[in-house]
């Protein structure tokens, strides 16, 4: 059950849960889609909240995304890039747009200390459930050591790996 505050930003916004990744969102624009039915682009709005345990699971995508801070306490992002690098990025503050680069698995949570955030995403072409990837987290762990602790914290174990099996 959500506190009343995050019900109350929830109902403004018309977000609904966010299967297999987490939060509370609404899709709120995609582009003209194509022969395949993929948009020419797509954006949501999300929210993250501490007490609720709502965060964006580890997962990546095969195109960019960009991420837009819009109000609340600033979020963590974990990226693993697929050269191996790791780097958290906290958006809020001086950071309020982050481009994930495809192919990058990434997850996010109010930052230490706060409380709850709402943010967006935009992607050029379009996101399509098919293009969701969660992450595996003993992989994860095995591929990225030193961020072994962050990625148990954005994994869900029981999650499926593909919202299609969701």
Same mark, same amino acid.
Not at 106 to 111: D, H, I, L
């Given at each position: 059950m959500l506190s009343e505050e995050l019900a109350d930003i929830a109902a403004q916004y018309g977000l609904e849960p966010l299967p297999v990744e987490? !939060?509370?969102f609404r899709r709120t624009w995609a582009g003209p889609v194509d022969e395949t039915g993929r948009p020419a682009g797509s954006a949501i709005i999300i929210l993250f909240s501490v007490a609720d345990g709502l965060f964006s699971a580890m997962h990546r995508l095969p195109i960019d995304e960009v991420w837009h801070f819009y109000r609340g306490d600033p979020v963590e992002l974990l990226l693993l890039f697929p050269s !191996?690098?790791?780097r958290v990025e906290v958006l809020g503050g001086p950071t309020v747009q982050l481009a994930v680069p495809a192919g990058t698995w990434?997850?996010?949570?109010?930052?230490a200390g706060g409380r709850w955030a709402l943010c967006g995403t935009t992607m050029a072409p379009g996101f399509v459930p098919s293009d969701y990837e969660g992450g595996e987290v003993d992989a994860l762990c095995a591929r990225y050591p030193t961020e072994a602790d962050r990625i148990r914290d954005l994994c869900r174990p029981d999650a499926p790996v593909r919202m299609s099996d969701a």
């Open positions: 987490g !939060g509370l !191996g690098e790791a990434m997850g996010a949570r109010v930052a």
